[in-house]
Nanobody, 125 residues
Framework: QVQLVESGGGLVQPGGSLRLSCAASGFTLDYYAIGWFRQAPGKEREGVSCISAKGRTFYSDSVKGRFTISRDNAKNTVYLQMNSLKAEDAAVYYC???????????????????WGQGTQVTVSS
């Protein structure tokens, strides 16, 4: 019933920007936390950012101050604005949904029950 589709990835130079989109269907964002995770080759999947069902936002230390998560409930879409991109940000980015309607976000990937297919972000000069 829940479907997530990421878009907006691409190739950018260091210092550049991208905006990722996560289009949700089959549920309303009012009752889910939506997280962004990323996975680079040979590395574990890591949480990047999350917006709770109540609209509270969270960021990993590595992206804080550079990335901004937001949502448009009318469009059922969550965005991740990525600025000042670094080579270390290159990864496949996934959005995921956690059926939790509180003000917090889990940092654990296992708590997110639905996942998109991912969108590639490449940062290279």
């Amino acid at each position: 019933q829940v479907q997530l589709v990421e878009s907006g990835g691409g190739l950018v130079q260091p210092g550049g920007s991208l905006r990722l989109s996560c289009a949700a269907s089959g549920f309303t964002l009012d009752y889910y936390a939506i997280g962004w995770f990323r996975q680079a080759p040979g590395k574990e999947r890591e949480g990047v950012s999350c917006i709770s069902a109540k609209g509270r936002t969270f960021y990993s230390d590595s992206v804080k101050g550079r990335f901004t998560i937001s949502r448009d409930n009318a469009k059922n879409t969550v965005y991740l604005q990525m600025n000042s991109l670094k080579a270390e940000d290159a990864a496949v980015y996934y959005c995921a949904a956690d059926p939790w309607d509180g003000s917090s976000c889990s940092r654990k990937a296992v708590d997110f029950s639905s996942w998109g297919q991912g969108t590639q972000v490449t940062v290279s000069s």
